[in-house]
């Protein structure tokens, strides 16, 4: 049997609820597939700082680091929102983002069919649309000295070395050959010398990939093209700050961010969480959406598990389930069946186990 360690940080607001449904679904893979996980729960964000004070303990990042893959629900909320920067429940995801090197961050943003009606553009204009946002995650503005702020002023420092720039352009080429798709590198060259300069290096690094078709884009102009025509793209690559409004943008291709999963890979490490945020809101209520953090976890299968086949069929179990009109309130429209987190949880795992059946009784059928 295979055994694969994960460590689980299920965060703050709607993350435990989702990190239950992601572990119930690991479960049921794990029977299913002869797969063992030895899984080790530690607390990130918020939860870590009222327990330890501080976002992220050194024996939490250590498990990390000791771990095949990560997963992670979501961090922060306004309980802790006044706090100095060093100590607000994001430096953690941040510090786990450096400290276990994942610099690539891809973000996948599909439309499943049954949910075109749920986004608020319009359906002609989404169906159809597969936009891969590769964004830059340990570097740029969000990491870049000096920084801070006084009275007087604030400020921060966006750099990018060479290598930093090959490694995410490669990511992005790599992608997009597998898709058969293109390129489009996303910048803001007309001002800033950050961005000429990543440009520059983009241009370098598709010598290698004459294969791939690319294309470069101002920062502005693609927010726009994407709400616009979201169908001209394919992969999208970007830095660590225009990534990270990229693609919430794309989510809303999607319908709602509660559908988009994430995956962060370095050298050696792998997380993987949901985009969405911590929904303070609806939190403790049952009523978050569980997909984003399924749709983790299958992207985890994927890409550090190597479970294609489980993969696939936990994606159609979802597609089954949001056929059949059952729906989270933040996706839900009039004709749909709304149903609780853990009844979404439910239900998928209930659909999981319909295709295997099938699956069986088409083989016997075979050999009948
Ligand atoms: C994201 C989030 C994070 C980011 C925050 C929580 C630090 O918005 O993963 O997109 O800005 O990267
Ligand atoms: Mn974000």
């Given at each position: 049997m295979k055994t694969f360690k994960i460590t689980t940080l299920p965060g703050d607001g709607i993350g435990p609820e989702v990190m239950d449904v992601a572990l119930a679904v690991l479960d049921l893979v794990g029977s299913e597939y002869g797969l063992n996980f030895e899984i080790k729960s530690e607390l990130a964000g918020g939860a870590s700082l009222d327990q330890f004070n501080e976002p992220i303990t050194e024996s939490a990042l250590q498990s990390c680091l000791e771990s095949d893959a990560v997963l992670l629900g979501a961090v922060?909320?306004?309980?802790?929102?006044?706090?100095?920067?060093?100590?607000?429940?994001?430096?953690?995801?941040?510090?786990?983002?450096?400290?276990?090197?994942?610099?690539?961050?891809?973000?996948?943003?599909?439309?499943?069919?049954p949910l075109a009606d749920a986004s608020s553009l319009k359906k002609d204009v989404i169906v159809g649309s597969d936009v891969m946002v590769v964004r830059e995650l340990t570097g740029g503005i969000y990491f870049g000295e000096p920084r801070g702020h006084d009275k007087h002023e604030g400020f921060n420092t966006l750099r990018y070395k060479k290598y930093e720039v090959e490694r995410i352009a490669k990511v992005a080429f790599e992608l997009a050959r597998k898709r058969n798709g293109h390129v489009t590198s996303v910048d803001k060259a007309n001002v800033l010398d950050s961005s000429q300069f990543w440009r520059d290096v983009v241009h370098e690094v598709h010598k290698d990939y004459q294969d791939v078709p690319l294309s470069n884009m101002y920062v502005d102009n693609a927010a726009m093209q994407l709400v616009r025509d979201p169908k001209q793209f394919d992969v999208i690559v970007t830095q660590n700050l225009f990534g990270d409004i990229l693609s919430d943008i794309t989510a809303m291709i999607t319908g709602s961010l509660g559908m988009l999963p994430s995956a962060s890979i370095g050298e050696k490490h792998a997380m993987y969480e949901p985009v969405h945020g911590t929904a303070p809101e609806i939190a403790g209520q049952n009523k978050a959406n569980p997909i984003a953090m399924i749709c983790s976890v299958t992207m985890m299968m994927e890409i550090t598990l190597n479970q294609p086949e489980a993969a696939h069929r936990l994606n159609n179990?979802?597609?089954?389930?949001?056929?059949?009109?059952?729906?989270?309130?933040?996706?839900?429209?009039?004709?749909?069946?709304?149903?609780?987190?853990?009844?979404?949880?439910?239900?998928?795992?209930?659909?999981?186990?319909?295709?295997n059946k099938s699956i069986i009784d088409s083989r016997e059928l075979v050999r009948e």
């Open positions: 922060g909320g306004p309980k802790w929102d006044n706090l100095p920067q060093e100590k607000k429940p994001e430096k953690g995801l941040l510090k786990l983002r450096e400290v276990l090197g994942l610099f690539s961050n891809l973000r996948p943003a599909k439309i499943f069919a179990a979802i597609e089954s389930v949001l056929e059949n009109g059952i729906r989270t309130i933040d996706i839900a429209s009039t004709d749909s069946t709304i149903v609780t987190t853990d009844g979404m949880r439910d239900e998928i795992i209930h659909a999981f186990q319909q295709t």
